[in-house]
């Protein structure tokens, strides 16, 4: 048996990739948060648009502080270490919420 020779992988490209992922996403997650604040405070206030727009920044907080751990263990020497379950669930869990309250507050 003959094994496929092929180029040698550079395991140093995989965690730049996946921490330009992680960067792109937060910008998402920004823009999301910030035209929620907007369609809150757009055309009066209402104590639903304001509390739909804290849970979307408190949400949006909680989003960039896993995504900055991320970032920063992605950026250290060496191989990085798995994901854990528990932080990809939140984050996850994070951007999803953050992205319907902002979806309610434009369609309310």
Not at 17 to 24: H, V
Not at 25 to 46: E, I, P, Q, R, Y
Not at 68 to 91: D, E, K, N, Y
């Amino acid at each position: 048996m003959s094994e496929a020779v092929g180029p040698a992988r550079d395991p140093g490209l995989q965690p730049e990739r996946t921490r330009l992922a992680w960067r792109r996403t937060t910008l998402a997650s920004t823009v999301a948060a910030v035209l929620a604040a907007k369609a809150a405070l757009h055309g009066g206030v209402s104590v639903a648009g304001i509390v739909a727009g804290a849970l979307c920044c408190g949400l949006w907080l909680a989003f960039l502080l896993l995504a900055h751990r991320r970032i920063v263990a992605l950026s250290g020497q060496g191989v990085p270490a798995a994901l854990t379950p528990r932080h990809a669930t939140a984050a996850v869990l994070c951007a999803v919420a953050t992205a319907v309250c902002a979806a309610a507050l434009v369609v309310v």
